[in-house]
């Protein structure tokens, strides 16, 4: 079972459309949690870090459920430019603190 | 934040050669990253690299296949080495200026292809 697990897609929406990534983690020791964004071609960005009581950025609500170990991403009114790749990314306490990676979930908004 | 100046961008290589990808920061930072993505495949993370010691690899990398240096705290390098064409890849190098409790930032990456 891989460490973060995502839905790859794709997912082809219309601009305006509202929609809705999901992410699961198995270790219980994560301690931090993020979305970040990737272009085609182009390094990873972050996007929005994940709190427990949910947060919101504009258009972008990010919520983790620690219980059920689960992270979503909600996007709101998408946008053309909102087309790329979503990467689920959990923090692993101890050691180094390395980030874990989702394989991404790819998102196509059309007009 | 972190900018990472990595080169080279991309590469076309002979199987059995090596090649270096190097990583400057414009600032000091305790760790480095070095991360593959293979076509459509998530990061996957190579070894940490912290300056003035040997670089932790993660399972299934080793020291003599993805040999790292770090000789101060702005820069470090990643060799692939007697490369063959599953070696074609995305290598990206990262930091995390403020130790794991905020953002990691990531070099543009190289895009090697072995043939």
């Known amino acids: 079972r891989k460490e973060v697990e995502q839905d790859p897609g794709p997912f082809n929406v219309p601009e305006g459309a509202t929609v809705a990534f999901n992410c699961t983690y198995s270790?219980?020791?994560?301690?931090?949690f993020f979305w970040y964004r990737q272009d085609c071609r182009k390094e990873p960005k972050l996007l929005m870090s994940?709190?427990?009581s949910g947060n919101e950025d504009g258009r972008f609500t990010a919520q983790l459920n620690r219980a059920s170990q689960y992270i979503s991403l909600l996007i709101r009114d998408s946008k053309l430019s909102d087309s790329a790749t979503y990467l689920c990314?959990?923090?692993?306490?101890?050691?180094?603190?390395?980030?874990?990676f989702g394989a991404g979930t790819r998102l196509a908004v059309h007009p | 934040s972190a900018v990472i100046s990595q080169k080279p961008s991309r590469d076309i290589c002979q199987r059995g050669t090596s090649l270096t990808i190097q990583c400057q920061v414009d600032?000091?930072?305790?760790?480095m990253f070095w991360y593959r993505q293979q076509p459509g495949q998530s990061l996957t993370l190579i070894a940490t690299?912290?300056?003035?010691?040997?670089?932790?690899?993660e399972s299934g990398f080793v020291i003599d296949k993805f040999p790292i240096s770090r000789p101060n705290l702005t820069f470090s390098t990643l060799t692939v080495s007697n490369m063959s064409p599953e070696d074609s890849s995305i290598y990206l190098c990262?930091?995390?200026?403020?130790?794991?409790?905020?953002?990691?930032?990531f070099g543009q990456g190289t895009r090697l292809t072995v043939v």
């Open positions: 990314v959990v923090r692993v306490s101890g050691g180094y603190n390395k980030l874990i």
């Open positions: 690299a912290n300056q003035g010691s040997e670089a932790t690899y």
């Open positions: 990262s930091v995390d200026p403020h130790g794991g409790r905020t953002e990691a930032f």
């Open positions: 994940v709190y427990s």
């Open positions: 600032s000091q930072v305790t760790m």
């Open positions: 270790n219980s020791a994560s301690q931090s």
